[in-house]
């Protein structure tokens, strides 16, 4: 079985959605990822959403901030390593969600974002 499903869809490009702890932890990961050419994009959501979910057998509650990261189908797998190497949570929400369609030049402009630099 492999270690990381892949997406099964033949989508181009993906949202990303990741929930941080603070606002400081979202905001460097978002500085990598894009610095890192892992991600064209990360929407962080100044204000903080109420969680509620299931962990370790307790429904819990917490403030988290939110990004939503754009991304495409190649860098998908390297972004998720990263994600979960800089985050301080046992298990990081990350959900890929494809994108269907959008505006083409919007497309090439995040193509080119996460294209890496020729060494």
Same mark, same amino acid.
């Given at each position: 079985?492999?270690?990381?499903?892949?997406?099964?869809?033949?989508?181009?490009?993906?949202?990303v959605?990741?929930?941080?702890?603070?606002?400081?932890?979202?905001?460097?990961i978002?500085r990598?990822?894009v $610095?890192?050419?892992?991600?064209?994009?990360?929407? /962080?959501?100044? +204000?903080?959403?109420?969680? #509620? =979910?299931?962990?370790?057998?307790?429904?819990?509650?917490?403030?988290?901030?939110?990004?939503?990261?754009?991304?495409?189908?190649?860098?998908?797998?390297?972004?998720?390593a990263?994600?979960?190497?800089?985050? $301080?949570?046992?298990?990081?929400?990350?959900?890929? /969600?494809?994108? +269907?369609?959008?505006?083409? #030049? =919007?497309?090439?402009?995040?193509?080119?974002?996460?294209?890496?630099?020729?060494?």
């Open positions: 079985m492999p270690k990381h499903p892949m997406p099964k869809t033949r989508a181009r490009y993906f949202v959605l990741v929930t941080c702890g603070s606002r400081a932890e979202a905001q460097r978002a990598q990822i $610095s890192k050419r892992l991600a064209a994009c990360a929407n /962080l959501f100044e +204000a903080p959403v109420a969680s #509620v =979910y299931r962990w370790k057998g307790k429904v819990e509650k917490a403030r988290e901030f939110l990004l939503l990261i754009k991304t495409s189908a190649a860098r998908l797998a390297a972004l998720e990263e994600v979960k190497r800089l985050h $301080s949570y046992d298990v990081p929400e990350f959900i890929a /969600l494809p994108i +269907a369609a959008g505006s083409p #030049v =919007y497309l090439r402009w995040l193509a080119g974002c996460v294209t890496p630099e020729p060494k």
